[in-house]
């Protein structure tokens, strides 16, 4: 595992955007996975910039997104959908037809896991997946768990997962309480795996992450046997792990 510490946020999503745009210049029909929340905003704003001076084009890339939550159509402004046309897709020439999100709406939300595993197979595998971790070591949302789920699936998102994400909703009570979510088997199986966190509020997890037993009551620690994973943290992220650098 490789980690990288920048100075501060804007350094990390820099360091991130460029990693990104580096694959798709080496590799134009890169397949990439991307992540919502916080986090990722800053990369993609960067990459946005990188698109409109010219210096990486998205025109043959394939994107698959890690979640979307039960019950918000791709119309709803709190859907990981809008979020990604807001921060991303709306500014830059991906193809809509390479954009793959799972449809939180769909009436068979089993059948919708089987389609959105199905195209990862068809298109993939992922040759670099972006990720940011919950403060529970959860990514996508394959939350702490007696058993590594490795397909899509629908997650029972945690108290904390959905406290965490309160602040794009007007109350606790408005967000849902389920979601969709690319499994660990096939985050896994991409073939690079980039991970971002900034903050202090991220030190814990990053330290457990890195240092605590690889199980599924901490999702994260199964990156610790991915052969080609990258840590991307800002100083404070790292604040715990600094004497094993
Ligand atoms: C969302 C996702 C989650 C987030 C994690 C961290 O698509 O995959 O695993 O990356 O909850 O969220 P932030 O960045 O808001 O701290």
Redesign the pocket.
């Known amino acids: 595992m490789n980690i990288l510490v920048m100075k501060d946020y804007t350094e990390m999503s820099r360091q991130a955007a460029l990693f990104i745009a580096a694959s798709v210049t080496l590799k134009p029909d890169t397949v990439i996975g991307?992540?919502?929340?916080?986090?990722?905003v800053g990369m993609y704003n960067e990459l946005v910039m990188l698109y409109k001076n010219g210096f990486v084009d998205f025109g043959r890339v394939t994107a698959f997104?890690?979640?979307e939550y039960v019950g918000l159509g791709r119309e709803d402004p709190h859907s990981?959908y809008s979020y990604m046309q807001r921060h991303l897709f709306g500014y830059i020439n991906i193809p809509p037809k390479n954009i793959h999100i799972p449809n939180g709406k769909a009436k068979d939300l089993k059948a919708e896991c089987l389609r959105y595993e199905e195209i990862i197979r068809q298109k993939g595998p992922i040759d670099l997946m972006i990720?940011?971790?919950?403060?529970n070591g959860?990514?996508?949302?394959?939350e702490p768990s007696s058993e590594f789920i490795p397909e899509t699936h629908i997650e029972n998102l945690t108290e904390r997962?959905r406290k965490?994400?309160a602040r794009y909703f007007g109350s606790l009570q408005d967000i849902p309480r389920k979601a969709i979510?690319m499994g660990l088997g096939t985050i896994m199986l991409s073939k690079k795996i980039i991970l971002?966190?900034y903050?202090r509020d991220?030190a814990d997890v990053i330290l457990r992450t890195i240092k605590g037993n690889i199980t599924p009551r901490f999702p994260a620690s199964i990156l610790r046997v991915h052969r080609d994973c990258t840590f991307i943290l800002d100083q404070e992220a790292a604040g715990k792990i600094r004497d094993m650098l």
């Open positions: 991307l992540p919502t929340g916080k986090t990722p997104n890690l979640d990981f990720l940011g971790i919950g403060h959860h990514i996508g949302f394959n997962t965490a994400n979510t971002l966190a903050g991220k």
